[in-house]
T-cell receptor, first 114, second 109 residues
Framework: DTAVSQTPKYLVTQMGNDKSIKCEQNLGHDTMYWYKQDSKKFLKIMFSYNNKELIINETVPNRFSPKSPDKAHLNLHINSLELGDSAVYFC?????????????FGSGTRLTVV | AQRVTQPEKLLSVFKGAPVELKCNYSYSGSPELFWYVQYSRQRLQLLLRHISRESIKGFTADLNKGETSFHLKKPFAQEEDSAMYYCAVGETSGSRLTFGEGTQLTVNP
């Protein structure tokens, strides 16, 4: 069983489109995250939810909107996609607080905007 | 604010040679330190955490609070160790992990 699963794995779309990425974890963790890995492999946090409540909201364009219907799911919706949004987006989860456990990551969604 | 510095973007060694990936951090509280590994086009996987003081795949890392470092070491590198390695710092009671920019390790035959 995959602990943190993301869909789709690959996403190619045109500029201006709206797309969503889904994430689910079956670890019983309280906290979920979205990270963006750019072309230089730099990882930057975008959002974090703890038990459906937004707790981290970094400086991200408001075209990006996270949604957490329950603590096992955290989806990312992106409006009006731009070329610069091309990246790998990773979902992750952790128990309440990092507390020595760190994160468990999903396998990533490679988004290409053309 | 939390900050992690990995000074080497690229590191290349020969098989069987020792390898050390450097990590320095700045953090005002009580930090939790981690190393993550990402093999080509795969997910990030937890490699080591400082509180467990364990050795995984022959890698070890010691937290040096005086030097604020958490360098990753392996005495004899293997070709399958070629990957991107990320150092990360977090706080025990918090949920944010801050990652360094990563070091791409290449182990040549």
């Amino acid at each position: 069983d995959t602990a943190v699963s993301q869909t789709p794995k690959y996403l190619v779309t045109q500029m201006g489109n709206d797309k969503s990425i889904k994430c689910e974890q079956n670890l019983g963790h309280d906290t979920m995250y979205w990270y963006k890995q750019d072309s230089k492999k730099f990882l930057k946090i975008m959002f974090s939810y703890n038990n459906k409540e937004l707790i981290i909201n970094e400086t991200v364009p408001n075209r990006f909107s996270p949604k957490s219907p329950d603590k096992a799911h955290l989806n990312l919706h992106i409006n009006s996609l731009e070329l610069g949004d091309s990246a790998v987006y990773f979902c992750a989860s952790s128990p309440r607080g990092v507390g020595g456990y760190g994160y468990t990551f999903g396998s990533g969604t490679r988004l290409t905007v053309v | 604010a939390q900050r992690v510095t990995q000074p080497e973007k690229l590191l290349s060694v020969f098989k069987g040679a020792p390898v050390e990936l450097k990590c320095n951090y700045s953090y005002s509280g009580s930090p939790e330190l981690f190393w993550y590994v990402q093999y080509s086009r795969q997910r990030l996987q937890l490699l080591l955490r400082h509180i467990s003081r364990e050795s995984i795949k022959g890698f070890t890392a010691d937290l040096n609070k005086g030097e604020t470092s958490f360098h990753l070491k392996k005495p004899f590198a293997q070709e399958e160790d070629s990957a991107m390695y990320y150092c990360a710092v977090g706080e025990t009671s918090g949920s944010r992990l801050t990652f360094g920019e990563g070091t791409q390790l290449t182990v040549n035959p």
